[in-house]
């Protein structure tokens, strides 16, 4: 039969605003954590990353946060621009093993 | 600067045909990651190498076999393929593998197989 795909959840946001993704990662284990930007046709692409001894990094425009308690991360896109319309993965590995588990992605929408 | 480069780009198979994709990982990257992507879903990682051994296996169908050759290029080889076996298959690859801020992975562009 035909395979159905699921929804991503969706952010829309109007050009110019703060985004704020989340992501809950599953194993309390894992000490490193990704953000990965993934458009349309394309392969994931590094976008910032962080250590489990750090609960906060900012990049250009990007800031992720990281809370160990509650195993959740969030990305968040100052100013966001319409180039920045694509899915957003979290990821994560443990001892900086290499391979990385993928967690659910967010479709952000940017609307001019 | 050159990246991880993927083949074929596209690729279209009947029900129970063999696919094999191929990647070429970044130069001097000795590992390579496999990931598949269903539509709408997060990669799932399938098998890595390192220095042309397996290195870790994860949710891969005994139908797919994948190995690292002397160049440090992968095949991933699917045999009696399925419907559900449509998607777009990720190649990455690192510099050993210890994974961080200044080696992570980067992923090709993938190669999109559907199978009728």
């Known amino acids: 039969g035909e395979s159905v795909g699921l929804h991503l959840p969706t952010l829309s946001v109007q050009e110019g605003d703060n985004s704020i993704i989340n992501c809950a990662y599953s194993n309390s284990a894992s000490d490193y954590f990704i953000w990965y930007k993934q458009e349309s046709g394309k392969g994931p692409q590094f976008i910032i990353d962080?250590?489990?001894?750090?609960d906060k990094r900012q990049g250009q425009r990007v800031t992720v946060l990281l809370n160990k308690t509650v195993k959740h991360l969030s990305l968040q896109i100052a100013a966001t621009q319409p180039g920045d319309s694509a899915v957003y993965f979290c990821?994560?590995?443990?001892?900086?093993?290499?391979?990385?588990?993928f967690g659910q992605g967010t479709e952000l929408s940017v609307k001019p | 600067a050159a990246g991880v480069i993927q083949s074929p780009r596209h690729l279209i198979k009947e029900k129970r045909e063999t696919a094999t994709l191929k990647c070429y990982p970044i130069?001097?990257?000795?590992?390579v990651y496999w990931y598949q992507q269903g539509p709408g879903q997060d990669p799932q990682f399938l098998i890595s190498f390192y220095e042309k051994m397996q290195s870790d296996k994860g949710s891969i169908p005994d139908r797919f076999s994948a190995q690292q050759f002397s160049d440090y290029h992968s095949e991933l080889n699917m045999s009696s393929l399925e419907l559900g076996d449509s998607a777009l298959y990720f190649c990455a690859s690192s510099l050993g593998l210890e994974v961080s801020g200044a080696n992570v992975l980067t992923f090709g562009a993938g190669s999109r197989l559907t199978v009728l």
């Open positions: 130069p001097r990257h000795d590992t």
């Open positions: 990821a994560e590995t443990h001892n900086q093993g290499g391979k990385l588990i």
């Open positions: 962080i250590r489990s001894n750090m």
